[in-house]
């Protein structure tokens, strides 16, 4: 089983607006992974959490807080985005960082 | 600076031909290459990956092939089925720098396959 699941599949929200994506996975995966993906672009990396502790954080703005409240769970909190966020959110995880990452299906994100 | 490139936007292929994508890389201290289907508004699928100590790994209908001299690698399908229509990433990591790299995929721009009927 390589299922890594997220919600809420779609997200619409407005600039003022304080929302949360979840990323989970029960495959005992110790590395977690968040990725934004516009339109005909590949996936690029925001976040690394390494056995529940930020190891990368790829210079993203901080009105995106990552959050790993355990080895299972992983959060993205949302707060006073732009429109120019308005994306497809994956998250990924893998036994260790070096290992193969599975995706998740993504939370498509729109911000009015 | 572009260090995943796949240089071949689209490719076209008839049902049951070969098809092959292509993926040339500019660091060296890459080790461990990926490829990815995705379909659009879902996640990549895992397909088939290769470290850098091996020149071919096979999974069924995916072969992949890995010419470290020539910093290239190539996806062979054979043969190709009309499902196999999506955009295909390559990626890799450097698996053995350690440090900030450590966890690291750097994705190409990706490759859109269409294989007739």
């Known amino acids: 089983d390589t299922e890594v699941t997220q919600t809420p599949k779609h997200l619409v929200m407005g600039m003022t607006n304080k929302k949360s994506l979840k990323c989970e996975q029960h495959m005992g995966h110790r590395a977690m992974y968040w990725y934004k993906q516009k339109a005909k672009k590949p996936p690029e990396l925001m976040f690394v959490?390494?056995?529940?502790?930020?190891?990368i954080n790829e210079s993203v703005p901080s009105r995106f807080s990552p959050e790993c409240p355990n080895s299972s769970l992983l959060n993205l909190h949302l707060h006073a985005l732009q429109p120019e966020d308005s994306a497809l959110y994956l998250c990924?995880?893998?036994?260790?960082?070096?290992?193969?990452?599975?995706f998740g299906p993504g939370t498509r994100l729109t911000v009015l | 600076d572009q260090q995943v490139k796949q240089n071949s936007p689209s490719l076209s292929v008839q049902e049951g031909r070969i098809s092959i994508l292509n993926c040339d890389y500019t660091n060296s201290m890459f080790d461990y290459f990926l490829w990815y289907k995705k379909y659009p508004a879902e996640g990549p699928t895992f397909l088939i990956s290769?470290?850098?100590?091996?020149d071919k790994n096979e999974d069924g209908r995916f072969t992949v092939f890995l010419n470290k001299s020539a910093k290239h690698l190539s996806l062979h399908i054979v043969p190709s089925q009309p499902g196999d229509s999506a955009v295909y990433f390559c990626?890799?990591?450097?698996?053995?720098?350690?440090?900030?790299?450590?966890?690291?995929?750097?994705f190409g721009q990706g490759t859109i396959l269409t294989v007739h009927p």
């Open positions: 990924a995880s893998s036994l260790r960082g070096s290992d193969t990452q599975y």
């Open positions: 990626a890799a990591s450097a698996i053995n720098a350690g440090g900030t790299s450590y966890g690291k995929l750097t």
């Open positions: 959490y390494s056995y529940e502790k930020l190891s």
């Open positions: 290769i470290s850098s100590i091996k």
